[in-house]
T-cell receptor
């Protein structure tokens, strides 16, 4: 059973702070990792993907992957109220193109 | 470029009624997926299609059938709707390995009374 664990939250941070979202997984064969953002009532949209250990930065977003410890994180710098959404972690095993999704973490950025 | 489209956006059914949810993508993707999303449960895969002409069961296939009509279209059918099928249904598509980002449609909100 491939499992992806996320704290459901809500995670509440003040505007301008760094929001840190975490995801742990059990399948050591996982090779591709994704972060999707889902606004209330909308469909998920990809924010970032990461394949290699270390950090990957894109604007205010940084994905961090540690395969040895089996976790992937998403940092959002200078958080804005518009970042308030549910963030879904997903991963894919190298032998499959079917991703497994976590249940998501709700982020609230308050002014 | 519309991406992934779904119809209808919202539907109310009575228990036992049938319906088909339609999905189409214009990105020339090989793979298509149907998910349901319930509060606190995340996205659960119902069925997927790796390519035109193939379909496979996902995590929660019971009560559903699918048809990959052509490369663009992938439909989901509820033969006899049950209240437990009240959910939001998302269709998604993706390219081959190496182009594996999933693109989601806007969703269909289904209420079964």
């Amino acid at each position: 059973q491939k499992e992806v664990e996320q704290n459901s939250g809500p995670l509440s941070v003040p505007e301008g702070a760094i929001a840190s979202l975490n995801c742990t997984y059990s399948d050591r064969g996982s090779q591709s990792f994704f972060w999707y953002r889902q606004y209330s009532g909308k469909s998920p949209e990809l924010i970032m993907f990461i394949y290699s250990n270390g950090d990957k930065e894109d604007g205010r977003f940084t994905a961090q992957l540690n395969k040895a410890s089996q976790y992937v994180s998403l940092l959002i710098r200078d958080s804005q109220p518009s970042d308030s959404a549910t963030y879904l972690c997903a991963l894919r095993n190298g032998g499959s193109y079917i991703p497994t999704f976590g249940r998501g973490t709700s982020l609230i950025v308050h002014p | 470029n519309a991406g992934v489209t779904q119809t209808p956006k919202f539907q109310v059914l009575k228990t036992g009624q049938s319906m088909t949810l339609q999905c189409a993508q214009d990105m020339n993707h090989n793979s298509m997926y149907w998910y349901r999303q319930d509060p606190g449960m995340g996205l659960r895969l119902i069925y997927y299609s790796a390519s035109e002409g193939t379909t496979d069961k996902g995590e929660v296939p019971n009560g559903y059938n699918v048809s990959r009509l052509n490369k663009r279209e992938f439909s989901l059918r509820l033969e006899s709707a049950a209240p437990s099928q009240t959910s939001v249904y998302f269709c998604a598509s993706s390219g081959d390995i190496g182009q594996e980002t999933q693109y989601f449609g806007p969703g269909t909100r289904l209420l079964v009374l």
